[in-house]
C-alpha cells in the first residue's frame, strides 16, 4: 500500500544512486491540498475530540465567525488597531505585511544566521544596534540577499530583527481563530482512578491537540512556526552559554505567536499564564508537533486506496461489538465468494496430496503397518486410488467417516468431511489411543502439531466401527490397488 511512496521510476542513471526520501506524510499532504474540505471536516473532529469547543468557538476556529478577543470592544482598542492598519499601509512588502512564501524566503536568512550564532549570552533579550537593525530590514523589504556571515552585524541585531518582522505581522503566527482553541489546551489534564481531573497536565493529549490545530494552519504561517520553534528548540538547548531557557524564551515570543493584536495584560488577565506555559510546551516539544497523527495519517491513505478508513484515534484503538457487527455481512459475502473461488483449487490440492500419500505408502517396505494402511485405501478405492473416475451418480448421504481414510482426509490433506452426524448418535467408548497409531501416523505425513486430544478423540470413533468391519476388511486382497 505504500509503494506509491516506497518507489521512484527515474531513467536518469546519475540520479539512482540519490536516497529516496520517504515522507510518512504524503498522503496527508495530497489530501490537505487536492481535498481541503474534507481534510479540515477530518481534523476538526478530531479536535473537538480532544478539546471542548462551543458552538461559538467552534465556528471561530472554523472560520465561520469573526474571532471574538479580549478586549475587542473597547473603544481604545479599537482605534489602536485602526492606527496599526494605516501603519501597516506604508510599510514594505515583507515588514507589516500578510505572511507569504516570499516573506518566509527573506526572514529565513535571519534564521539560518541565528542557528550559528546560538551562544550570544542574552539572545532575544539583549536588544541590538538600532541603525544596523534598519539597514537590515531595508534590505529585506527591497528583496536582496544579505551577507550576514561578513562581520558587519551582530547575532543581537538579527534576533531583534526577528521579533520584530513577527511583531508587526497583522495577527499573530498562530492566528486568531485558533486563540480560544489554545487556551482549551493548558486545561488538557489526566485523570485520577475516580474519574477526576487533577492538576498534572496530559502531555499526550496536548501534543495531540497542538498537532491537529497545526495541520489546519495556512500553509504560509505552518512553514514559518516550524521554522521558528526548531530554532528556539536549538537555542534552548544552549542556555548553558546563552542564558535562554525555553521559559525565557516563551516570554519573549509569546506575543509574537500567540496573543491576539493590540491587546494589554489587563486585557488577558489571568490567562497570560496559560498562553506563556503554552509556548513554552511547544518549545520543549518542538520536534513531535509537525508530524500527523497516526490515525490521520492512514485515514488518509486508506482514502486514496478507496478502503474503509478510520477518522478518529477511537476508531484504530477500540473495535467495539457494534462495530463487529456491523461487518458480519461483509464478512460472510467476503467467505462466500472465497469459497467459491478456491473451491476448484482445493479439490485439485486434495487429487494431488492423495497421489503423493498413496505413493508413499506404496513405497514403504512390507510390513504389518503397510498392509493395514493398503487396507484402509481399500475401503473407498474410488476415492483414494490415484487416476480413478468420479462417479457421475449423486452419492447417498451418510454419517461422518470414522476410518483412517476419513481422518486422512480432515487431518492431513486439509479437506474435512462436511456431512451431519444421525440424530441417533450413541455415546462413544472410553477412549484409549496406542502407540503404533501414533507412529503410524507420524510415518504416513501426518502434521507434527496434531495433538494427543485429537489423537484420543480419533481413536474413540474409530473403535466402534473397525472393530465391526475388520473380518470383512481382511478378507480383502490388498492386490486390488
Not at 50 to 76: C, F, H, R, V, Y
Not at 296 to 322: N, P, Q, V
Amino acid at each position: 500500500s505504500d509503494a506509491i511512496c516506497n518507489f521512484v521510476i527515474c531513467n536518469d542513471s546519475s540520479l539512482r544512486s540519490q536516497p529516496i526520501i520517504f515522507n510518512p506524510d504524503f498522503f496527508v499532504e495530497k489530501l490537505r491540498h487536492e481535498k481541503p474540505e474534507v481534510f479540515t471536516e477530518l481534523v476538526v473532529s478530531n479536535i473537538t475530540r480532544l478539546i471542548d469547543l462551543p458552538g461559538a468557538e467552534l465556528a471561530q476556529l472554523m472560520g465561520e465567525e469573526d474571532p471574538k478577543l479580549p478586549g475587542a470592544n473597547s473603544t481604545a482598542s479599537g482605534f489602536f488597531r485602526s492606527l496599526m492598519s494605516l501603519k501597516r499601509k506604508e510599510k514594505g512588502v515583507v515588514f507589516g505585511s500578510p505572511l507569504t512564501e516570499e516573506g518566509i524566503a527573506q526572514v529565513s536568512q535571519l534564521i539560518e544566521y541565528l542557528h550559528k550564532n546560538l551562544r550570544a549570552e542574552g539572545l532575544f533579550r539583549v536588544p541590538g544596534n538600532s541603525i544596523r537593525q534598519q539597514i537590515l530590514k531595508d534590505a529585506l523589504n527591497s528583496g536582496t540577499d544579505i551577507d550576514l556571515d561578513s562581520g558587519e552585524f551582530h547575532s543581537n541585531d538579527v534576533a531583534t530583527l526577528l521579533k520584530m518582522f513577527l511583531g508587526e505581522l497583522p495577527e499573530p503566527l498562530l492566528t486568531h481563530k485558533h486563540f480560544h482553541a489554545h487556551l482549551k489546551i493548558a486545561d488538557l489534564t489526566l485523570f485520577d482512578e475516580k474519574g477526576n481531573k487533577t492538576s498534572t497536565p496530559d502531555k499526550e493529549r496536548q501534543i495531540e491537540a497542538l498537532q491537529l490545530l497545526f495541520l489546519i494552519l495556512p500553509a504560509p504561517n505552518r512553514s514559518l512556526l516550524k521554522l521558528l520553534l526548531d530554532l528556539l528548540y536549538q537555542t534552548a538547548k544552549k542556555q548553558d552559554k546563552n542564558k535562554m531557557s525555553a521559559h525565557n524564551l516563551a516570554l519573549m515570543f509569546a506575543p509574537h505567536i500567540l496573543w491576539p493584536r493590540n491587546v494589554t495584560a489587563n486585557d488577558l488577565q489571568e490567562n497570560i499564564t496559560k498562553l506563556n506555559n503554552g509556548v513554552t510546551f511547544m518549545i520543549k516539544h518542538s520536534q513531535k508537533l509537525f508530524k500527523a497523527p497516526v490515525y490521520i495519517r492512514e485515514c488518509a491513505r486508506l482514502h486514496y486506496l478507496g478502503s474503509r478508513a478510520h477518522t478518529s484515534k477511537d476508531d484504530l484503538d477500540l473495535l467495539t461489538s457494534s462495530g463487529s457487527k456491523e461487518l458480519q455481512p461483509l464478512k460472510s459475502q467476503k467467505r462466500s465468494r472465497l469459497d467459491s473461488c478456491h473451491q476448484e483449487e482445493t479439490q485439485q490440492r486434495t487429487e494431488e496430496a492423495l497421489k503423493e500419500l498413496f505413493l508413499h505408502v506404496h513405497n514403504m517396505p512390507d510390513s504389518a503397518k503397510k498392509k493395514k494402511l493398503i487396507r484402509q485405501f481399500n475401503k473407498h478405492p474410488t476415492a483414494l486410488t490415484p487416476g480413478s473416475d468420479v462417479p457421475t451418480s449423486p452419492a447417498p448421504r451418510r454419517t461422518r467417516s470414522r476410518s483412517f481414510s476419513g481422518l486422512i482426509k480432515r487431518k492431513v490433506l486439509g479437506t474435512p468431511v462436511i456431512l451431519e452426524r444421525k440424530s441417533r448418535d450413541t455415546t462413544p467408548e472410553p477412549v484409549r489411543v496406542s502407540k503404533e497409531n501414533v507412529q503410524l501416523l507420524q510415518k504416513c505425513g501426518s502434521p507434527a502439531h496434531m495433538s494427543q486430544a485429537k489423537l484420543k478423540s480419533w481413536e474413540g470413533q474409530k473403535e466402534g466401527s473397525c472393530r465391526r468391519m475388520r473380518a470383512r476388511l481382511l478378507s480383502k486382497d490388498s492386490s486390488s490397488l
